[in-house]
């Protein structure tokens, strides 16, 4: 249930203070505002630079969440010159764009909301936009005028749905003065929203949360517990396939390498298995802005490809009516419902999945919900596509567009808490990469903030914690593209003649055992990597130019390596690449304490500065430098490259 969440301090500071303070109350409540959606604005009177005064209206820039606004994600208007392009008959989105933009109080401010002229005429200080879920229940329903006229009677003004921007303000401005009473606290957009309106900050908030719960109030509660449903059935490494399978097909068909989530909650599973779910889920999106997230309806099921044709033909109406020459979206599904596997979502980014699911979510809840009050209905096809394909919609996806090189990509890394891994994941996630860290250090969990990083602990001898690990890591991304094998032990020095067979097999069994039961684990997903699978193996300078005292360490990475050769052999046919990395001397990782360095250094008799540097080219090698390779090796300039291997030990003449 909503919730009045005003604070006094909310009435703190000057006019755009309290319009920050009660956006951010808006935002807070996912059941009014998600992820960017809904506008808030306030009007002030001011002096400009000569002093004299101007009536302004300072309204939520593009790019701005009200959750987390600030004052700069309000642009400032000259109130009276956008209330002049509401009397216009007509006005492109383009040329409404570029002359709100011009007409900034700041020119480096964001761009404006297109819902600038609709504000500017509505006479109050504060006006709030949100696209309240109880409020698209009730309007998305097949009677929603009959509900929103008996649930908010007189206290509001109903316009049916046009389109957002020129077209709304337009129609507002023709009919506002006739329904405008003194009565009027808001305003209901059929199939959109709510707006409401008031003199303070605060007033208008309460209006808004008065008329959402009343909203609320008229609509049937769905029953709280579901019972429970489980996704997990039957062998979890098919699942894993399953799910990379979809994830391959989705990220061919967006032309773009995509991650795929799942969503374990039981309402969503339970609508993804509800009988009625190819009826239910295919009317459209709960409020036209949703489209740009989620597309108009979700696929049903797992046939990628016919969802695709549908959406080409959706596409060929559209753009027959359409007023400007449009180009095709990638037709991929970014929300899946498969009785099996729950909701997955789809996007380049996992904060975007993650945000497509959120909206999906809700979009389930009102749906269930207006089933309740007669049946959903949402806007027609051809409305969506309006939305869709609008200039300024096509504007916030090209900004939210994720250009780095490893966006979509998923990496794994074992041996990731500290060292060559941390680097490695570390340069991967800024790469845009969703990285997936292994490791036996608790610290793993929490080496790396944001959903990105999925840190796991994991002894990698424990074949069920490796299975277990790879199902939390394939339900979270939807498969893996890229494997990096570094996870090993460096036991301290001892010839084979004092070395103990448990500590030779302790040494085989972290560096070389486990990694080869993990490859075979891997091989199906990396088999279905988009883009083609990889692994880049951490090998050694003692693979090529052992010394005394290590026999244990220098032979698993020898026969790692072997493992390697005969890998790209062997996976080459499924497009996978193999390449092997020999760092030497990198000294800021875990096994290097300062006393031991200064132990070494004195007993080459070198200082630790030039033991670090003892190489052909007199450099040091970092844990940063080797994940620097990682990075290159799995990026385009290896893209033809398997087999290899590189050495990164600053020359060393054994070696050469
Ligand atoms: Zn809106």
Redesign the pocket.
């Known amino acids: 249930m909503v919730e009045n969440k005003w604070v006094s301090t909310a009435a703190d500071g000057d006019l755009l203070d309290q319009r920050v303070a009660t956006s951010r109350l808006l935002g807070s409540d996912p059941s009014l505002v998600l992820h960017g959606?809904?506008?808030t604005s306030v009007k002030i009177d001011e002096p400009d630079i000569t002093g004299r005064m101007k009536k302004r209206i300072y309204i939520k820039g593009s790019g701005w969440d009200l959750s987390s606004i600030e004052r700069q994600g309000f642009t400032g208007l000259d109130l009276e010159r956008v209330l002049e392009l509401s009397t216009l008959d007509a006005l492109d989105d383009l040329s409404m764009a570029r002359e709100l933009s011009s007409m900034r109080v700041d020119p480096s401010s964001p761009a404006p909301s297109v819902?600038s002229i609709l504000h500017a005429l509505i006479p109050f200080t504060f006006v709030d936009?949100t696209?309240a879920d109880a409020v698209v229940t009730l309007t998305n329903t097949v009677h929603g005028i009959d509900y929103v006229k008996e649930v908010f009677g007189e206290d509001v003004i109903v316009l049916p749905y046009v389109m957002?921007g020129f077209d709304l303000a337009s129609l507002a401005a023709r009919t506002f003065p006739e329904l405008v009473s003194p009565k009027t606290i808001g305003l209901v957009l059929m199939n959109?929203?709510i707006f409401t309106f008031g003199s303070t900050a605060k007033e208008s908030y309460d209006r808004m949360i008065e008329l959402v719960a009343r909203a609320e109030q008229a609509i049937p509660q769905l029953p709280e517990n579901l019972p429970e449903e489980k996704v997990n059935t039957g062998d979890s490494s098919a699942q894993r396939v399953d799910l990379a399978k979809i994830r391959h097909t989705v990220s061919s068909y967006a032309n773009k390498p995509m991650i795929l989530t799942s969503s374990l909650n039981s309402h969503e599973v339970a609508f993804a298995r509800d009988p009625h779910v190819s009826q239910l889920s295919q009317h459209g999106p709960a409020?036209p802005?949703h489209v740009i997230w989620t597309k108009r309806v979700p696929l049903v099921g797992r046939d990628v490809e016919k969802f695709t044709e549908e959406y080409k033909s959706y596409f060929e109406n559209g753009s027959e009516q359409s007023r400007n020459p449009v180009t095709m979206l990638d037709p991929a599904p970014r929300v899946v419902l498969d009785p099996e596997l729950g909701m997955l979502t789809a996007e380049t980014t996992i904060d975007r999945a993650i945000a497509v699911g959120d909206i999906y979510r809700h979009t389930i809840d009102i749906i269930r919900k207006a089933e309740l009050l007669g049946g959903y209905s949402s806007l027609s096809a051809e409305d969506i596509f309006n939305v869709e394909y609008w200039d300024l919609e096509q504007a916030k996806v090209r900004r939210a567009q994720n250009a780095k090189a490893f966006a979509g990509r998923v990496v794994l890394i074992t041996g990731a808490a500290g060292g060559i891994g941390f680097a490695t994941a570390q340069h991967f996630l800024s790469e845009g990469a969703a990285v997936i860290g292994l490791d036996i250090e608790p610290t793993v969990s929490e080496a790396f903030t944001g959903e990105s990083w999925l840190g796991i602990v994991c002894d990698l001898t424990d074949s069920d914690a490796v299975d277990h690990a790879l199902d939390v890591a394939v339900k979270k991304y939807g498969g893996i593209d890229i494997v990096v094998l570094n996870a090993g032990v460096f036991p301290s020095t001892k010839m084979l003649v004092d070395l103990s067979t448990e500590e030779w097999r302790t040494v085989m069994s972290v560096n070389l055992d486990s990694s080869v039961a993990l490859l075979g684990k891997v091989h199906p997903l990396l088999q279905l990597a988009v883009g083609g699978g990889q692994v880049v193996i951490i090998g050694s300078k003692n693979v090529s130019a052992p010394g005394p005292g290590a026999v244990a360490y220098s032979s698993s990475k020898a026969a790692l390596t072997q493992v390697a050769r005969v890998l790209a052999l062997e996976w080459a046919t499924d497009n996978i690449r193999v390449n092997i990395i020999h760092p030497d001397a990198v000294f800021d990782t875990g096994i290097w304490t300062p006393e031991l360095l200064k132990k070494r250094a004195e007993h080459y008799g070198l200082t630790v500065d030039q033991y670090k540097r003892r190489n052909l080219l007199g450099v040091e090698i970092t844990s940063a430098d080797v994940a620097q390779l990682v990075v290159a090796i799995a990026g385009p300039a290896f893209s033809k490259t398997t087999g290899a291997q590189v050495s990164i030990d600053g020359g060393n003449d054994r070696v050469i």
């Open positions: 959606g809904g506008n819902e936009h696209h957002p959109h929203g409020t802005d």
